[in-house]
């Protein structure tokens, strides 16, 4: 069994293994990175570091997420490539609140392409509907991946 993190775009449920999230936080305000796309919510600080943090809504609808009590700034263990040592990004993510437990294996492959959206990944059907597992190691392209962590792309 794997403890899985809830949250949803929409209607839409999504999950992230457990064991790929450092720590929930309310949300954090953050610090514009121009030059950025529309979906990456700016710089945070934590722990004395800085960690780029990316707006799960907006990367998937265009639209920002909204400031409610059940909006998190959940920290991920990132890897840039293969190999690398994980770094902390930060997602902002809507109605991140509940959890799921459940056998990994119950997620199964949608049969759709997920085209620039690779980081979407095998579907789950519950009560709620389908959850889609979310892989963090594939939410950012190349271009935005060396942007928010330099130094950080394959030589």
Known sequence: MALFLLFRIGPDYYALDSAEVAEVLPLAATRQVPGAPAWVAGLMVRHGEPVPVIDMTALAT?????ARTSTR??????????GDASRLLGLRLEYA?????CDPATFVDSGVEAGEARYLGPVRHDARGLIQWVRVDALLPEPVRALLFQGATPA
């Open 62 to 66: 265009g639209q920002p997420a909204a």
């Open 73 to 82: 700034t959940v920290m991920v263990h990132y890897r840039p490539n293969a």
């Open 97 to 101: 609140t509940d959890t799921l437990r």
